[in-house]
Each structure stands twice: as structure tokens, then as C-alpha cells.
């Protein structure tokens, strides 16, 4: 370990005369930092390091405590070690602590110090080292062990070394039993490295064959598809989400707090074991946009397709909120209630205009973070967190040019890629710690907003009043086509990234609507809605050509398809996709078209048939929706029913019904 990092004056062996809470404990150790000048400010470290602790006591078992925290008021990666003959209490389960160490690493520390704290974390899990830390005489032999100068010989050695050979003595030795696991805590520099060692401390007394993937501020290597298919179960021990969650779909998972893989791992192991025995599977969530933020393999256009959906994902929910409160608005009060005063000067709690009125306001305020949530969270899939300030700064600006959705995109992209390069700038470590907080924001956001008022802004808005104007002049053919287009677009991938990007081409015609956005909107909702209608359709008019499963499927489709909810279709296309996405996209196209050649509007968007009485033309829309319905149920009855009569051989080796269904004559 560095020798800049703990020094003999940043040792307390008699910590007790001078703390005897934890509170008390860190500030002694933080005045020892203050004095080397490693902490700039007292008081604001302490409150940094206290709130990390509200996250999360961070007292293990052993006799253990290692407060820690990331601060904007640290110069340079240190850390501090007291002990105590009496104990102080940092919440672990059996005790009070008499070894602390205070770990203080600034807000943009580098790898290569977080590594070293890392390595640290690893060590507390040895219990020689922790017991010649016990032993230590003086300061320098403490602050000698830490800096690993002279370390002790690792205990996992023995027990690494017998159990092999205890099972290489079995006659018929079975394959080991293979385990991935993943752990990560919120500051990422000591639980999640400890609880990785505890892991494999306790892998190694078991004979199980365990791999680690330890997402930490020092970075990490990705566990590879190989290693992940060959693994029995997974173990995640986390209290920060787990990035890239879905890779680990359809093993056996045991899904723990970081603490809990470091104080009872051989449970954890254990509870793999049965699960995978049992054949229990559990699903993974659904990924965060960041998680698909792109892998350092992905070609550009699909590092670009993430980075754009990940804005896309984030700025659904204000579009839910927002366009169904302003819904919500017209219904009760009418198509004027856009004209009423505002509801902080003027509300009379007995009129249901008033009501109105608050609801569409509110709507309105939602509504109007669309772009800069849209550019926000863009940048955030490209740069993550440093990205947010300048993707904000540059989506607002495009509000206020009128640049709409189309500003959006082009500021979410700028700023992702200001934040980039000026991480690729090196930086002089007295700096590192104001980076995050101070001068990436500072120069990122200038930089946008410069480019988004005087470069590029303008014309983007130009470009984005010709669509408006477009859009507001489309008629007959020209709509129809349009419609079909649309159509396809929503049914193509099933609320996969074409259907996003024609949803928000849509929602973003409603930052300033005209008769064209409006028709636009309306048709991409009735066709998102027709291809879970039509699979519930077809799983009762001709249940026989669907699993039971399918069928079960299809009743919840019902409703998913009435609430504008295309997800719903997704069982039924990874079953047989080129049955069901073909059939979705007929009855999609015709839908679309349908819409638009009958004018109808929408001005909410979202909400399905619970929002037809806001759609201009609402019977005629309603006959649109049902006419692709039955144009997908019609199709994709017809393929299942040529597939069966045309037996394996027809099949082209997709089956889609289960094994047991398969042998079920199908009636003339």
C-alpha cells in the first residue's frame, strides 16, 4: 500500500481517551487528516462522513468499524486508524469496534487509490491481519501493517489448499458447483470489496467455484458471458443497483444487502445451493437506462441507440404524469380551461373550473420538463451523473428557442460529449476533488448553453418549425402514409426503440400542439394499443393454437392493450416472433392509417381507452383501433393455423406451442 496513504501520525492507538461514540471517533481521526492537510474542512467532512453512516452502519463483525465517505473536502486519498481497549459502537450485529479506520477518499479520486482502499477493505476479511493489528506496539508498526509492508501470511491459504485436496481424494469427484456473484455498496470503496473476499473465504471452505464481479469506485472487470452461462446460481449482494442486471436472466438468484455477504456468506452459498436444486429461478428487473448506457464493445450506432433510449425511458413518466393531468383538466373543465387564471391567485374551492384549472396547471409544469428531462438524461447515459447538470441546462435552453424535441436530442448529445472530453483532461490531484461539484458543471454547462443560444440552437429551431408546419399541412394520402408509417413503427419492436422513437416523435409535437401533432398523437397511440388487443383477441377466439400459458397471458392483455400498453404483447413474440410481429404490424399499419384518414386527435398522451372522450372523433377512433384488432388477430390466427396443418416440417423450426400441446390433433 502507498505510504502517502497512512502514515504514524495518522495512527491512534489509545483512541479511547479521547472518543467514546462514533462520532467522537471520527472527529479524532479527522482533526489527524486536517492537520496533515489531507481535509480542508473539518466540519463539512464530519457531516459528509455522517451521512454515509445514515445510509448504512458500517461497524462489522470482529470488532470492526470503517467509517468512510466520498468529500469535495478532501485533497487526497487518506486514510486513519484508531483503536480502542473499551470498544465504540458503529452497529454491528456483535459488538462494539476496536479497530476503526477512517477512510477519506476525495469526489473524484482515481482508480488507482480507490484500488489500494480496495485492497485494504480485502484484508480486514484475514484474521491474522486484524489480530497483529491488535498486537501493533506502536504507530509505525500499525500504520507498517496497513501500508503492507509487513503482511501477514494470508489464512485463506490453508483452507484453500486442504479442501481441494480433500475432494480430489473422492473416488468419482463431482464438478464443482459454479456461483457468479455480484456486490457493490453506496461508496463503493470498502463493503463491496470486503464482502466480495468473504464471499470467496467462504467459497473456498465449501469447494464451490466462485467468480466476483465488484462494481466499486475502482472500476470493474465485467463478468464474461461464458463465466455467467457456466454459473449454477448468483449471488448479489448490493445496496446500490446492480449494473447490466438482466445479463444474469434465468438463474437461481439469492439477492442480499452488501452486509449480509460479509457477515454470513456460507448462508448465502448455502441458499444457492437450494434454490438451484430446487430449480428456482428468479427473474431479474428490468434494466435502468444507465445499466444499458453501452459496453466499451458496442459499435457507436448502438452505443447512440442506448444513449437516446435512456433519455427516451426517463422522460416517459413526466409524459404519463403531465398529459394525463392536463387530460384529466379538459374532461372536468372543458377545451378553455388553457385560458383560466392561474390557480395560486385565483381558486375557489367549491367550483369544479377550479379543480380543473389545478389539475391542468400541474399537468402543465409536468409537461414542461419533457426536453430538459429528455436532454438531462441523455448526457446521463453517455457520462452518467456529471452529465445531468449540462444535459438540463442545454434542454432548457432549446425550450426557450422553441429548438422542442429535436433540441433536445442535439443538447443531451452535446452535453454528454463536453463532459467526456473534459474527463479525458489530467488533472492535478489538488483539483481532483472539486472536479465533480465545481468545474465540470461549471465548464460543461457554459459550453452547451453557448452552443445551444449561438451555434446550433437556432437552426434546429428552424428546422423544427418546418416539421411543425409539416405536420400541420399533412392531408389526405400524404396523412394516410404517415399513418402507416407510424404504425409499423409502434408495432415493429413492442415498445422496443423504434417504438420509442416514434412515441416520442409524437409526445414531442405536444410541447406545442397544432391540428397535425395532434392527429400524430393519436395515431400512435391506437396503434400501440392493437398488439396486445389483438393476442387476447386471438387466445379466445382460437385458444387451442396457444400454450396455456399464452392464454393465461392473454387476460392480462386485455387491460395492458386498453391502457395503451404495447409491452403486453412481448410473451407472446418471444414465442413465435415471426408469427406475432408481422401479424402486429398488418393490424398496426392499418390502424394508423385509419386515424389519420379519419382526423381524429389527442391531446393526452397516454392513457388508452380511458381518455377517449378527449379524442376528437372518438367513435371513429374506436372503429380504427377495432379494425387493426381484428386485421392482427385475423393474421396471426391464420399463421399459427398454417403452421400447425404444415406440421415440423412447415415450421421452419419455430415452434411455438408447448411439447404436450404439439400432440393435440387439431380439429377440422
Known amino acids: ?84 481497549t473499551t470498544g465504540i ?27 489500494i482502499l480496495s485492497s485494504l477493505a480485502r484484508q480486514l476479511m484475514n484474521a491474522e491481519f486484524t489480530d497483529a493489528l491488535r498486537a501493533a506496539p506502536d504507530a509505525e508498526s500499525a500504520a507498517a501493517l496497513i501500508r503492507g509492508e509487513d503482511p501477514p501470511t494470508p489464512a485463506s491459504v490453508d ?27 453506496p461508496t463503493g470503496i470498502a463493503h463491496t470489496y470486503m464482502a466480495a473476499e468473504s464471499l470467496e473465504n467462504a467459497a473456498r471452505a465449501e469447494g464451490v467455484e466462485l467468480t466476483v464481479e465488484t462494481q466499486g469506485s475502482a472500476g470493474f472487470t465485467r463478468l464474461t458471458a461464458e463465466t455467467i452461462e457456466a454459473a449454477d446460481a448468483v ?27 460479509i457477515n454470513r456468506p456460507a448462508e448465502l452459498l448455502a441458499e444457492a445451493r437450494e434454490k438451484a436444486a430446487r430449480g428456482e429461478v428468479t427473474a431479474p428487473a428490468s434494466p435502468t437506462p444507465v445499466d444499458n448506457a453501452g459496453d466499451s464493445g458496442d459499435s457507436y450506432g448502438t452505443k447512440l441507440r442506448k444513449w437516446l433510449m435512456s433519455g427516451v425511458s426517463y422522460m416517459v413518466p413526466f409524459v404519463a404524469a403531465g398529459g394525463l393531468l392536463i387530460a384529466l383538466g379538459f374532461a372536468i373543465g372543458g377545451w378553455k380551461i388553457d385560458k383560466a387564471p392561474s390557480v395560486a391567485e385565483h381558486f375557489i374551492w367549491t367550483d369544479h373550473t377550479s379543480w380543473a384549472a389545478l389539475l391542468f396547471q400541474i399537468g402543465g409544469l409536468a409537461f ?45 448529445l452535446l452535453a454528454g460529449a463536453v463532459v467526456l472530453g473534459i474527463q479525458r483532461v489530467r488533472i492535478p490531484p489538488v ?58 413503427m409502434m408495432c415493429f419492436d413492442l415498445g422496443g426503440p423504434l417504438n420509442k422513437v416514434a412515441y416520442a416523435f409524437a409526445v414531442g409535437g405536444l410541447t406545442h400542439p397544432t391540428d397535425g401533432s395532434l392527429k400524430v398523437m393519436a395515431a400512435v397511440m391506437a396503434a400501440g394499443m392493437v398488439p396486445p388487443l389483438a393476442m387476447a383477441l386471438a387466445t379466445t377466439v382460437r385458444g387451442r393454437l396457444f400454450t396455456k400459458t399464452e392464454r393465461e397471458n392473454g387476460k392480462a392483455a386485455w387491460f395492458l392493450g386498453a391502457s395503451f400498453i404495447t409491452e403486453g404483447a412481448i410473451p407472446f413474440a ?19 392509417a385509419l386515424s389519420m384518414a379519419f ?70
Open 89 to 115: 459502537d458503529f452497529g454491528a450485529p456483535d459488538g462494539p469496534a476496536d479497530l476503526i479506520f477512517l477512510i477519506a477518499a476525495p469526489a473524484g479520486a482515481d482508480d488507482a487509490h480507490l484500488t
Open 574 to 592: 418471444a414465442a413465435d416472433p415471426l408469427r406475432v410481429i408481422p401479424a402486429s404490424m398488418a393490424g398496426g399499419a392499418v390502424t394508423g
Open 431 to 488: 483539483l481532483r476533488g472539486i472536479m465533480p461539484v465545481v468545474v465540470i458543471p461549471l465548464i460543461s454547462a457554459a459550453v452547451v448553453g453557448f452552443l445551444m443560444f449561438l451555434v446550433v440552437g437556432k437552426p434546429i429551431a428552424s428546422l423544427q418549425s418546418a416539421l411543425t408546419d409539416w405536420l400541420e399541412g399533412l392531408t389526405g394520402a400524404n396523412a394516410v402514409i404517415l399513418g402507416v408509417v407510424l404504425g409499423l
Open 368 to 412: 414542461a420538463f419533457l426536453v430538459p428531462v429528455l436532454a438531462g438524461y441523455i448526457a446521463y447515459g453517455m457520462a452518467d451523473r456529471p452529465g445531468l447538470v449540462p444535459g438540463f441546462v442545454g434542454g432548457s435552453v432549446a425550450v426557450t428557442i422553441d429548438a422542442g424535441f429535436l433540441g433536445g436530442l442535439a443538447a443531451g
Open 235 to 261: 449471488v448479489f449482494a448490493h445496496d446500490v443497483p446492480v449494473r447490466d442486471k438482466p445479463r444474469f436472466a434465468g438463474k437461481p438468484t439469492v439477492d442480499v444487502g452488501v452486509k449480509a455477504a
Open 159 to 185: 483452507s484453500s489448499s486442504a479442501e481441494p485436496d480433500s475432494h480430489a481424494d473422492k473416488a468419482d469427484p463431482a464438478p464443482p458447483f459454479r456461483i457468479v456473484a455480484v456486490t457493490s455498496c
Open 1 to 84: 500500500m502507498s505510504s502517502e496513504m497512512i502514515t504514524a501520525d495518522l495512527v491512534d492507538l489509545e483512541l479511547d481517551r479521547s472518543a467514546d461514540t462514533k462520532e467522537a471517533a471520527a472527529r479524532a481521526l479527522a482533526t489527524r487528516m486536517v492537520t496533515l492537510g489531507r481535509v480542508t474542512d473539518l466540519d463539512g467532512f464530519l457531516a459528509d462522513v455522517a451521512a454515509r453512516e445514515a445510509q448504512m452502519p458500517t461497524g462489522l463483525d470482529g470488532g470492526i468499524g470503517i467509517p468512510h465517505c466520498r468529500s469535495a473536502h478532501v485533497t487526497e486519498p487518506t486514510l486513519a486508524f484508531g483503536r480502542s
Open 599 to 668: 382526423g381524429c386527435t389527442l391531446r393526452a398522451p397516454h392513457g388508452g381507452v380511458f381518455v377517449v372522450p378527449l379524442i376528437g372523433q372518438p367513435l371513429l377512433y374506436l372503429v380504427a383501433i377495432a379494425t387493426g384488432v381484428c386485421v392482427s388477430t385475423a393474421a396471426v390466427v391464420l399463421l399459427k393455423g398454417a403452421r400447425r396443418t404444415a406440421g415440423p416440417a412447415g415450421d421452419g423450426g419455430l415452434a411455438a406451442g408447448s411439447a404436450d400441446e404439439a400432440r393435440v390433433p387439431v380439429a377440422a
